[in-house]
DNA sequence: TTCTGGCACTCTCTCGATTCGAGTGCCAAG
DNA sequence: CTTGGCACTCGAATCGAGAGAGTGCCAGAA
């Protein structure tokens, strides 16, 4: 018995239902594709696929349509990534290209990603995990308040108000300012977050006397800013694309949406990932272990500069939806991007 | 003829229809209100409000609905703003009194907001047209490379790498950067920000003869961030509110999602308020300009640290929403956020 | 004048019955 | 193993009747 046979219609009907959204009975099906037989050998098949529950019938007599396995099997077998084409990636480098920060790399590259692919776009900010500290500054803003901002290898910059006790004399504030960014930088300049952090608790003991209670003050915040979680954050665009969709969903889109605000369920799902770079990871309808996106597929991908991954980006759409080309599109999305921060993060 | 009556009749069935969400009948109107009178003398009020305008009937024989004109009516001159709860109160303060900085300052805003009203929630970053720059730092990054930091009193931190022509010599370098960084914050630190931008400008012409090619990329990269449109942003929560609503639109919510993401659009919408401070402000279903709204009604406040009005925040929601609740949601979470960040910017 | 009760009328919504058609499952023959 | 044929099933669309809610209007009362 042709397994092979049964793949191709398979195959057939996932590009068929993902194309008319109508559950594909066995007729059209021989008409669309020409695959050499009939369409009561098809309807065998179908019934074979069906026992491995691959497909499905929504009731007694209407067409068929992909399971969540079903997809699986298509995205996993039947299917490549589809090449875009030369315009296309020439709009995506373009699109991005203007970018002027970090803020501003990600907010295009999640609107990109939304309109390319018309479906949701979720753009996880670079990790600091991974990150190096570029530089710390300290500027005086008074004499009981002092600013920390970190620089980031990344381009970003985080920056805490900090009250220093006791007050900096107005004498010799300056002097002590500019001592402490000296041996802060000295430590911490270039050196992983992890490692930044312990070597600044470190300073803080072998630091001269009279600087200590500040020092210490100081590399608490920083300390705060190096672990800090809020970092973990995500970006959304294309919600309407949602709405546009809304057919496919069997309840209404109202949950979708609502797990879409939960930023840190998002954060945890585009976590897990299975970490092989430059692949791209789809997780399938129930797959997913977030409630109210049993419905949709989330289709990801890890990015950032260098070879290590430093973040993750996707779109989120219905079940049934054209993974090549979305994978394509989210394929060459985080390519440029890594790019990009590769060229921000060299300079 | 009752004019009085006729209006407490209006007001009576704006209430229930915020209530029922169905449309309402003289019947069902004399029973819930205690008006002193009979459903046959309803009716008659019922006609004359229609011939006004203020309300319609969806069909003949169904009860009647406000129109936009109703609820303008009933904003304006039938309702009073709800006080908050004491609770409500401190529960909001609570929320936002736990934020590190600016980004999360708004972050919490707009989620309270939203949680607060049950509505999609927007808030506009504080805008820098009439902030003073608090300090500029400036970072050697390599012989090449600079990153000019502008600090805003408000909180912000706005970053730009450029590149410098001719590249810095190792030996004078960092004196160059000092004795810029010191010339430039002289004129510019605690200056409005056209001032600055002007002040700057002048600087270079000033300056010493060495140091002017680089002292003329940098303060074209600070003219550039101290005009920056983008600054103009806009962050949202609540989207899924709407599908919540779905029924009170007439067509899906795609129109309004998709309007909601043209961020451009919503800051026009914001800034369109009346400029009286501390008061908030309501546009209701078509007096909305933006296609998409036009079913919606957005309720929104200026807010700011100081006496100036930095920037605003607001709810949209359907027309029918309950009016008094939400304005005082809105009203007491920008007065809450104001003070916070008067708190902030005083440091 | 203004209000009220009564009554005929209109329109939507719901329900059930009927019909239609697409698609299946199965079978017997090629 | 494939194919054509055929009976069967079940959802979707159509139609009509009936119920119910609510109105508009009128004539009489306050």
Known sequence: MSDERRLMVLRAIVQDYVH??????????????????????????????????????????????????????????????????????????????GAVDLDDVVDRTVRLLASLTRQV?????????????????????????????????????????????????????????????????????????????????ALVDTADEADRPVLRTVVSALADALVEEREERVVLAGQSNLARAGSDFPRSIGPILEALEEHVVLLRLLGQLTDEPDLVSVRIGAENPVSGLQSTSLVSMGYGSGVERVASLGVLGPTRMDYPTTMASVRAVARYVSEILDQNSST
């Open 20 to 97: 008319t959204s109508e559950p594909v009975g066995s007729r059209a099906l021989v008409e669309r594709h020409h695959l050499g037989v009939s369409a009561a050998t098809v309807r065998n098949d179908m019934a074979l696929l069906e026992e491995e529950g691959l497909i499905h019938a929504p009731h007694t007599s209407a067409g068929r349509v992909p399971t969540d396995a079903g997809y699986r099997v298509f995205v996993d077998r039947l299917s490549a990534i589809k090449p875009l084409s030369q315009g296309e990636k020439r709009a995506i480098s373009q699109f991005l290209e």
């Open 121 to 201: 776009a979720v753009v996880q900010y670079p990790s600091l995990t991974r990150s190096t500290v570029r530089h710390i500054e300290l500027v005086p803003l008074g004499p009981r308040h002092l600013m920390v901002v970190l620089i980031v290898n990344t381009g970003r910059v985080e920056q805490r108000v900090i009250e220093i006790e006791p007050a900096l004399s107005v004498a010799e504030g300056d002097a002590v300012v500019s001592r402490l960014r000296s041996s802060i930088n000295e430590v911490a300049s270039g050196v992983p977050f992890m490692a930044a952090a312990t070597r600044l608790r």
